[in-house]
């Protein structure tokens, strides 16, 4: 019931958006699962606020399979930690849940993992 996520380099939004597309194709992804994502390595942002818009989409089209879904995203720059908080304000309609934290122990905390998950 986990994803397991991690973004280095540079983050663009087509990644973005073909990341949430998988998941949401993929047929062992259900409702009710928890995503812990370490983006500490991206060393450069290329997400824009319409990529943001783009992904908020999609977590729209996908509704009923994100129903309880709970998103950690873990980020380490001010600049990916600002567009992470863009896109968990954007969700706060939306049927998941969405979290940014700087501190992996806290993320997984949150999502109720053990420290040997």
């Avoid at 062992?28 to 818009?53: Q, W, Y």
């Avoid at 309609?93 to 998950?117: C, I, K, T």
């Amino acid at each position: 019931g986990v994803v397991f996520t991690e973004a280095t380099g540079v983050l663009t939004d087509d990644e973005l958006v073909a990341h949430k597309q998988n998941l949401l194709r993929d047929p062992a992804f259900k409702p009710g699962m928890i995503e812990l994502s370490d983006v500490r390595g991206v060393e450069r942002l290329e997400v824009t606020p319409e990529g943001i818009r783009r992904f908020v989409a999609q977590d729209k089209a996908g509704a009923d399979q994100l129903r309880g879904f709970k998103l950690a995203i873990v980020v380490s720059k001010d600049e990916v930690f600002g567009m992470a908080r863009v896109y968990e304000v954007r969700t706060e309609a939306n049927p998941l849940s969405v979290n940014v934290f700087r501190d992996m122990e806290e993320a997984r905390v949150w999502l109720g993992l053990s420290q040997d998950s």
